[in-house]
């Protein structure tokens, strides 16, 4: 028989959306042995186009790397803030976008666009839907994560193509989808960062469904 999700589950499934949060801030504690490795398994219970699964996790340990990834954000984030002006400008400066100092878990994420597996079921009109996929598996992950307490970063503000090379994956149909950072968080707040520091509010509902 399958499991019967009653009305305090649903709830608490609600709050747990409700708290997941993009986490920049973590400590340095690294997480329990063997943790790491069940997120990644329950990220892979995620749907994929044609179960084509897709998504490919490069854990990475070796602190070289790390710096060098880190570097190459920096250098992205201060070419990114020539895009403001004015108060914008100073805001995002005060902005901390990654947690790439402090997290004790890096993972960079990557989607096969090549793969055989699937035989490209759905992928004809968009195979867009295998990055879909990835980032489905990454959801899946941060909810997951979120649940035992454990915060997780998408770094974006990086160059795919150096990040590829510092982690040597030469493998030509690999496109990096996210740069993870995963640890306990500092604080935990409901809020999204962005809105409490006065970036970007969350939009009503009504402005983000059409009806036809």
Not at 24 to 43: C, I, N
Not at 61 to 69: A, I, L, Q
Not at 135 to 153: P, Y
Request: overall charge negative; proline content about 6%; glycine content about 6%.
């Amino acid at each position: 028989m399958p499991p019967v999700f009653d009305k305090e589950f649903c709830e608490k499934l609600d709050e747990l959306f409700r708290w997941r949060r993009d986490v920049r801030r973590f400590k340095t504690d690294p997480l329990p042995h063997g943790m790491l490795d069940e997120l990644l398994e329950t990220a892979t219970l995620a749907p994929s186009v044609g179960n084509s699964q897709p998504w490919r996790f490069v854990v990475v340990e070796d602190r070289t790397r790390r710096d060098k990834v880190r570097n190459n954000f920096e250098a992205c984030n201060r070419e990114a803030l020539q895009d403001y002006e004015g108060k914008e400008a100073e805001t995002y400066a005060t902005l901390k976008l990654s947690g790439l100092d402090r997290a004790p878990a890096h993972i960079a994420v990557f989607c096969d666009t090549q793969t055989d597996i699937g035989k490209g079921l759905g992928q004809k009109t968009m195979p867009e839907t295998l990055k879909y996929s990835v980032v489905s598996s990454i959801q899946t992950l941060w909810l997951s994560a979120r649940a035992k307490g454990v915060g997780l970063g998408w770094v974006s503000i990086v160059e795919p193509e150096t990040v590829k090379e510092i982690l040597d994956i030469n493998e030509a149909s690999w496109d990096l989808v996210a740069y993870l950072c995963i640890g306990y968080p500092e604080e935990e707040h409901e809020v999204p960062e962005l809105v409490r520091f006065g970036w970007q509010d969350r939009l009503p509902l009504s402005q983000t469904v059409i009806r036809r």
